[in-house]
């Protein structure tokens, strides 16, 4: 075992749990708001074309992160395997095991790929689009390009699942700094060109503008434009990435024949990351039924779920990151043998969360008027301030409990345990969320609230359900076996990563 991986594995598995958490969770939760920086630029930009490009976006964003959350569960098979591997000190695996995750997810990229571009207009059409419409072409086109540059997408998440896994989450937060900075670079001059770009105007570059134009005559790609930044900006991001992996750079060292699938891990990664793709999915088809529900009701009830859902992703951003962080060190602390740890890895980052959310909470309870004043003004919006208070007001008390919960399905996913983390979201989560909504909407007609109280019972539901497998315990005997076949350089008697501690 090499020094480097000596020290990335003791530092999770050895001494202090907290400190070596939060040196996990705080990149985590910067690359997150990153992120959110990447959908802020292209409406930003976007916007400046007129409502019907900014509602295109709107229309194309759904099925996009329908067909990413179907990559994003197999990258996560990446992060488990090499985190118990990291901790089992199977040194020897873990070139293999990232290969083979880039290798897979490469193929299911293209797979993927093609199949948005066919279907793209159907998938628009279902959530709500007209064909022949302005909005309908300018939302194909977006989700076409987007969906075109997914190998790129599904690259850069594999990198940053893989080197999460290992227990650096610094540099992936590094190369997203790079990506997003890329495409605020390039957003303003592929969207507008040298036309009505205010870009030139707040640096008193109007006569450069002019004398651009005049040379060009480019006024910019449009919408088209936001599309293509965002995969130049994201394949540029991926190059990088596996330039730092092949080349040793980062702690994993591959070599181009791990890249060459082998039956024995594709069926491993398969296993774990089908459950967690289906997860994603669904999270990301459950907003879509609950927008459509509300739509039922009115346009405000839509316009106060948009706005207080944009608020909870944010507030939401440090619970993402600390769940990544509980699926690492206990995916390494369970490869090691330390079931113990690994349990008292999910207790203190449920503490950690406590308290924050019983604060946050609230905050937002009292402070829920003013908090959706703050996304919209001007007439008519004092009944989505109305609907959006009384939103969060109902929400805001159980994001304690559903924190613990982020936290316990962090730990499930860490021991391999996908299939049961899929199961108690599908069921008890966004299930029982629609099944309350849709029969308080459609049977009942209470209108909104319903839909309101829909998503806190899900919450606490999903919580007891969680917190009743995790206390059952079977989720630190889930550990993933090291099979013999996985690399070129296994041995038969190579052993389990489940070894008592």
Sequence with gaps: MSDASNGESTRFTHGSILW???????????????????????????????????????????????????????????????????????????????????????????????????????????????PGTKVHELAVTYTRIVVLGMPFTFGFYVFMALLR????????????????????????????????????????????????????GFGGFGVMGAAIATVLSRGIAAFVGFWLLFGGRVGLHLALDDLRLKFSTVEKILRIGVPGAID??????????????????????????????RFISLVWLPTVAMGMSVETVVGQNLGNGRRDRARRTVYIAVAILGVAFLVAGVLTFWFARPIVGLFITGSGSDAIIDQGATFLRIVAPTWIIMAAYHMMNGAFYGSGSTRMAMGIAVTSLWGVRAVIAVVAILVFSVGATGAWYAIAVSNVTAAVAGAFFFFRGRWLEDVLEADSTEGPDSDADSGRLTDSQ
Excluded: C
């Design 20 to 130: 070596p958490l939060l040196a996990l969770a705080l990149p985590l939760t910067a690359t997150q708001l990153l992120q959110v920086a990447y959908n802020l630029t292209d409406t930003f930009w976007v916007g400046r074309l007129g409502a019907d490009a900014v509602a295109a976006l709107s229309f194309s964003w759904p099925p996009i992160f329908l067909l990413v959350s179907v990559g994003g569960g197999m990258t996560n098979a990446g992060t488990i395997l090499i985190a118990q591997n990291t901790g089992a000190g199977n040194d020897e695996r873990l070139g293999h095991v990232a290969g083979q995750t880039i290798g897979f997810v490469g193929v299911l990229s293209v797979a993927v790929s093609m199949l948005g571009v066919v279907f793209a207009p159907e998938l628009l059409h279902a959530i709500g689009t007209t």
């Design 165 to 216: 896994g290992w227990g650096d989450t610094k540099t992936p937060m590094y190369l997203m700094v790079l990506s997003v900075g890329l495409n605020i670079i390039l957003d303003p001059f592929f969207v507008l060109g040298f036309t009505g770009n205010p870009l030139f105007g707040w640096f008193g570059l109007g006569g450069l503008q002019r004398s651009l134009f005049t040379t060009t």
């Design 280 to 309: 994603q999915s669904t999270q990301s088809i459950a907003v879509i039924v609950m927008t459509a529900l509300l739509a039922t009701v009115s346009t405000d009830a839509v316009a106060a779920y948009g706005i207080g859902t």
